[in-house]
Structure formats: C-alpha cells, structure tokens
C-alpha cells in the first residue's frame, strides 16, 4: 500500500482535508487508513499547556522571588533568577500563539494554503463527514466486485470527489459568514431609501442567493457520492439474490403431492364409528354394559 492521497484530520476545532500530510501536535494521534485515504485525530483531548500569559506569569513570579531573596542577603538567589529567565525564554519560543496539544496541524499549511481546506462550521462538517461516509461505502465493495471495478482509478475519482468537496464546503463557509455578518447590522431609524439601506439590502440578496447555490451544489455533491454507493451496493445485493436462486434451482426436491389414502383419516373414523356405537349401548343398557 502506498503513500495516502488524501489526509482527512479532526480535532475539536475543525476538519482539515488536504493532498499534503496532516499530523497531531503532541498528545500521540489515531489513525485509519482505507483505500487512499488516511483519517487522523488526536489521541488525547486537546488541553492546555505551560505557553503564553501562564508561561510569563510563572517567570516574573521566580525572577520578583530571586529580587527579593537578594535584598534579604541570599547567596543563591542567582539561580531563582535563572530560572525564572528559562521559563520566560520557553514562552517565548513556544509563543502566545502556539497551538495546544492534541490538535491538528498542518506543516505545510502557511506556504501551500491552497491545497487545504479548513472546515470549523459544525454544518460544513458534519457535511463532510457524510459525504466521506458515502465514499467509505463505496470503497468498501470494490473488493466484491472485483474486475468490474478499475480499483486505482476509482480511487483517484473518489479522492478528486472528495477533496472538491471539502473546497466547496470551505467556500460555502466563508459565504455563509459573510452572511452572518451582513444579517448582524441595524437599520433601525434608517429611510428605506437611504442610499445605505439600499446597498446593505441588495448585498444581503446577492449573498443569500449566493449561499443558496452553494447549499445546492453541495447538496448535489453529496447525492453523487451516496449513489456511487448504493448503485455497487444494490448490484452486490442484486448478485447475491441470483446466487441464492441458483442454489435452490440446482436442489433435487419432489413438488407432487402423494394421492394415496390417508391412514389419519381412517384412524379417526373408526375410532369415531366404535365410540359412537358405545355411546348407543350405554344410553339403551346404562354405564355397566362392557363395550
């Protein structure tokens, strides 16, 4: 099995799809590789860690503590100090900004931006994960279909599928905020026609019309991937149905009824025909007659 095609990593933040390698920031990470595609999270919940204000507040603590075990005569406030400047160096390093354990990170993403899409909406995420779900589907019966399938190429097209997916969730996203932000501001005590109103209205038009093509095409996408699904699904199941049928087909059994007597039926006239004909005796001669 070669190098995946695709990266698909979570965290609690977002879901970042990319050609390119995705990795866990400490914290150790889970993965699932199926056909050319590679699922990463992270191992551990995302926490915090000893970087930024906590980091430079531990450092004035130490360097403040060494001033004054100097003033009070200590010889060995030098390595109070000390340790306080580390501490300080180690923030600084790590930065205010560093990202926290047990979240995805993509090495590549400042240079290659355009080759990752970040998805931090819950709908464009759960979006995607349906549409990766169709595709797992699908993956999954190509080994039952066998040559019937052009297994590397299908795994190319479902790559290419997904990832175009991921870029138009990404896009919609962006739209839907612009959206969001244009939905926040007031007109309250404005003119309909004030000139501002008028272009605030048409904007909110443009992007909702917009965003309605995007849930459309999206909606689309998704239909594509679940009928590569079930279209391999219901041929295997439509195979395995002919199989069964075959099988019974080629199964020796005589469907002619037998016509001769039925012994049961005789049994339970002649037991009829004898009780009767003791009830007959006992109501002419009573109870102590012997049949």
């Given at each position: 099995?070669?190098?995946?095609?695709?990266?698909?990593?979570?965290d609690?933040?977002?879901t970042?799809?990319?050609?390119?390698r995705?990795?866990?920031?400490d914290?150790?990470?889970?993965?699932?590789?199926w056909g050319?595609?590679?699922?990463?999270?992270?191992?551990v919940?995302?926490?915090a860690?000893?970087?930024?204000?906590g980091?430079?507040?531990?450092?004035v603590?130490?360097?403040?503590?060494?001033?004054g075990?100097?003033c009070?005569?200590?010889?060995?406030?030098?390595?109070?100090a000390?340790?306080?400047?580390v501490?300080?160096?180690?923030g600084s390093?790590?930065?205010?900004?560093?990202?926290?354990?047990?979240?995805v990170?993509?090495?590549?993403l400042?240079?290659?931006r355009d080759?990752?899409?970040?998805?931090?909406?819950?709908?464009?995420r759960?979006?995607?994960d349906?549409g990766?779900?169709?595709?797992r589907?699908?993956w999954?019966?190509?080994?039952?279909?066998?040559?019937?399938?052009?297994?590397?190429?299908?795994?190319?097209?479902?790559?290419?599928?997904?990832?175009?997916l991921?870029?138009?969730?990404?896009?919609r996203?962006r739209?839907?905020?612009?959206?969001?932000?244009?939905?926040?501001?007031?007109t309250?005590?404005?003119?309909?026609?004030?000139?501002?109103?008028?272009?605030?209205?048409?904007?909110?038009?443009?992007?909702?019309?917009?965003l309605d093509?995007?849930?459309?095409?999206?909606?689309?996408r998704?239909?594509?991937l679940?009928?590569?699904?079930?279209?391999?699904e219901t041929?295997?199941?439509?195979?395995?149905?002919?199989?069964?049928?075959?099988t019974?087909?080629?199964?020796?059994?005589?469907?002619?009824?037998?016509?001769?007597?039925?012994?049961?039926?005789?049994?339970?006239?002649?037991?009829?025909?004898?009780?009767?004909?003791?009830?007959?005796?006992?109501?002419r001669?009573?109870?102590?007659?012997?049949?």
């Amino acid at each position: 099995m070669g190098s995946p095609e695709l990266y698909v990593a979570r965290d609690k933040r977002a879901t970042m799809v990319s050609r390119l390698r995705l990795t866990v920031v400490d914290g150790g990470a889970t993965t699932e590789r199926w056909g050319g595609v590679l699922e990463v999270a992270p191992a551990v919940p995302a926490g915090a860690t000893l970087t930024g204000p906590g980091v430079w507040t531990t450092s004035v603590i130490l360097v403040v503590g060494a001033l004054g075990f100097a003033c009070s005569g200590a010889r060995w406030w030098p390595l109070i100090a000390l340790a306080g400047v580390v501490v300080g160096v180690a923030g600084s390093i790590r930065g205010p900004g560093a990202r926290l354990p047990g979240t995805v990170s993509a090495p590549q993403l400042v240079k290659r931006r355009d080759e990752h899409y970040v998805l931090e909406d819950t709908t464009d995420r759960q979006s995607f994960d349906t549409g990766l779900s169709f595709a797992r589907r699908a993956w999954s019966t190509w080994p039952a279909l066998g040559a019937l399938v052009d297994a590397p190429a299908a795994e190319r097209l479902l790559t290419r599928a997904l990832l175009d997916l991921a870029e138009m969730l990404e896009r919609r996203q962006r739209v839907r905020r612009i959206h969001t932000e244009l939905a926040a501001y007031e007109t309250q005590g404005l003119a309909a026609d004030n000139p501002a109103v008028r272009k605030l209205h048409t904007q909110r038009a443009t992007v909702a019309q917009a965003l309605d093509g995007w849930d459309t095409a999206v909606s689309s996408r998704l239909a594509s991937l679940e009928a590569a699904a079930v279209t391999a699904e219901t041929f295997l199941r439509e195979q395995e149905i002919k199989r069964a049928t075959a099988t019974f087909e080629g199964r020796f059994f005589d469907p002619t009824i037998p016509a001769g007597p039925d012994a049961a039926a005789e049994l339970v006239a002649g037991t009829a025909a004898v009780l009767e004909a003791y009830r007959e005796l006992d109501a002419r001669y009573g109870p102590d007659v012997e049949a």
